[in-house]
């Protein structure tokens, strides 16, 4: 008999009991300890019990919540929202990081606060954060089209996530075209490495393969590791003659390979870039203004590479296996890009050493105030776009 099974026939006899006489009562005792499993001293004083017409309150089990007092909740939300909204796991992994920072920002916290907010776990962020998460459903046009010069040429890969030595990077363009692909337009050139994540931004004005190959050229200057591998997908203005030539034919020459047509799975780890570290700031306006091009760059090559690099930690994919039907994925913990780099035997001391010393002197908050106020300038020259 189910609980709730028991209480309807527990009620159905109390109420007879209640109103009954001696020899009765007897046997409606035996009747309900022989029927629920009650002691016959417990039944009795439970039977004696007059029932309250007053609904009963359901307490909520277990302590009470540590998490949701305002000194906590608040440094909680201002740094997920300076952060661009991460996931739970990843916000776990950047309050230390950030803590510091924010405190110069807002003010000295309470010891308490400070333990409380080191201490929580990814769910009850989640908990914490469910009413505050935004949903971005925007959705763009697609640019990419195929290059057929040199793909007879270039080898395909597709297993590049298992890279593990820095200087293998996957390269792609995200349009800022608004609804339209007619005219010229400002795109951004994305780039990661897939050992580090360690991610460089450029912006260029139109696809034209000169302009393209001179923010390569400028990211790689930029990279804290040299270049070992580039990899893209089929799109014209990231697979041509010029990069071949820039890639391939150098006393050291660079991998160079790409992806399958129509299988953006093949390029993952840049896909997700595009929309973590592009889309998510920059929305879909249309960005025809020349002016913009100077002024992203302005904004890539500052504030934004130091915020994303040194403070935003992301996950790495480990392992992946099928089991039956499913595939179980293994990741890491979130670490950032400048973690990883510092963490790996491939890149120079003294380009650690000079990590080290420029972490010292960012703090996140200002540069993530500073980012807005550039992207505000953006947007004032950027047009909506138009159904």
């Excluded at 796991?89 to 950047?94: D, E, F, T």
């Excluded at 915020?307 to 499913?326: A, W």
Aim: charged share 30%; with cysteine; net charge positive.
């Amino acid at each position: 008999m189910s609980p709730a099974s028991k209480r309807e026939y527990f009620v159905s006899v109390q109420k007879r009991y209640l109103t009954a006489k001696l020899d009765q009562k007897k046997i409606l005792l035996d009747e309900l300890c022989a029927t629920c499993g009650y002691n016959r001293k417990y039944a009795i004083r439970k039977l004696n019990q007059r029932p309250s017409n007053r609904p009963q309150k359901k307490g909520r089990p277990g302590p009470r919540p540590k998490y949701n007092l305002h000194d906590i909740q608040l440094p909680l939300r201002r740094i997920w929202r300076a952060a661009n909204m991460p996931c739970s796991k990843r916000l776990k992994a950047i309050l230390p990081l950030w803590i510091a920072s924010y405190q110069l920002e807002f003010g000295i916290l309470k010891p308490q606060v400070i333990k409380a907010l080191l201490r929580i776990s990814p769910s009850t962020i989640d908990r914490n954060l469910k009413l505050y998460r935004v949903r971005y459903r925007d959705k763009g046009r697609c640019s990419t089209k195929p290059g057929l010069l040199l793909k007879s040429h270039i080898p395909i890969k597709t297993n590049q996530w298992d890279e593990k030595k820095p200087g293998f990077i996957e390269a792609d363009t995200v349009a800022h075209c608004g609804t339209s692909l007619a005219g010229d337009y400002c795109l951004t050139l994305d780039t990661v490495d897939i050992a580090t994540g360690w991610t460089e931004q450029r912006a260029v004005f139109g696809k034209g393969e000169s302009g393209i190959l001179d923010q390569l050229k400028d990211i790689e200057a930029s990279l804290p590791f040299a270049i070992l591998g580039y990899d893209c997908d089929n799109g014209s203005e990231v697979l041509n003659r010029p990069i071949w030539k820039y890639f391939v034919e150098r006393p050291t020459p660079v991998q160079f390979t790409r992806s399958r047509a129509y299988h953006k799975n093949d390029n993952a780890h840049i896909e997700g870039k595009n929309w973590t570290h592009v889309r998510q700031w920059l929305g879909y306006r249309r960005f025809d203004d020349p002016r913009i091009t100077e002024l992203l760059n302005a904004l890539y090559k500052n504030e934004w590479r130091l915020l994303l690099n040194f403070f935003l930690p992301s996950v790495k994919l480990t392992d992946k296996k099928r089991v039956g039907s499913k595939i179980i994925k293994v990741h890491d913990s979130p670490k950032t890009p400048y973690q990883r780099t510092l963490n790996s035997e491939d890149v120079r001391l003294d380009v650690k050493e000079r990590l080290q010393q420029q972490i010292k002197t960012l703090n996140p908050f200002k540069l993530h105030r500073t980012i807005h106020e550039k992207i505000a300038t953006i947007q004032r020259l950027a047009r909506y776009p138009t159904l």
